[in-house]
Nanobody, 119 residues
Framework: QVQLVESGGGLVQAGGSLRLSCQAS????????MGWYRQAPGKQRDLVAT???????AYGDSVKGRFTISRDNAKNTVYLKMDSLKPEDTAVYYC?????????????WGQGTQVTVSS
């Protein structure tokens, strides 16, 4: 019905940059909030950033000033530009969407993409 597919993860040195993308597909009427969360080994899943359909943005404290979230509503896609990456940013990054579709609505997750920052 609804699928979110992330791309763009990988290995980067500290201080480098990466750009993640997440595209939602399916019989979608509207996507309200889209966002990124991350989970490091042995830790809980934490908020990275969210953006509403109207463009309101929120960031987790640890990424403010370094990460930038954006979205293309026409493409049902959300992006995360990550600059000045630190080893502590290493985690699996998950895309999330609050989606209204042909068969109902709900919160949907992507499969995750690994980001590894080496020191």
């Amino acid at each position: 019905q609804v699928q979110l597919v992330e791309s763009g993860g990988g290995l980067v040195q500290a201080g480098g940059s990466l750009r993640l993308s997440c595209q939602a597909s399916g019989s979608i009427f509207r996507i309200n909030v889209m966002g990124w969360y991350r989970q490091a080994p042995g830790k809980q899943r934490d908020l990275v950033a969210t953006v509403t359909s109207g463009g309101s943005i929120a960031y987790g404290d640890s990424v403010k000033g370094r990460f930038t979230i954006s979205r293309d509503n026409a493409k049902n896609t959300v992006y995360l530009k990550m600059d000045s990456l630190k080893p502590e940013d290493t985690a699996v990054y998950y895309c999330n969407g609050d989606i209204e579709h042909l068969y109902g609505s709900g919160h949907y997750w992507g499969q995750g993409t690994q980001v590894t920052v080496s020191s």
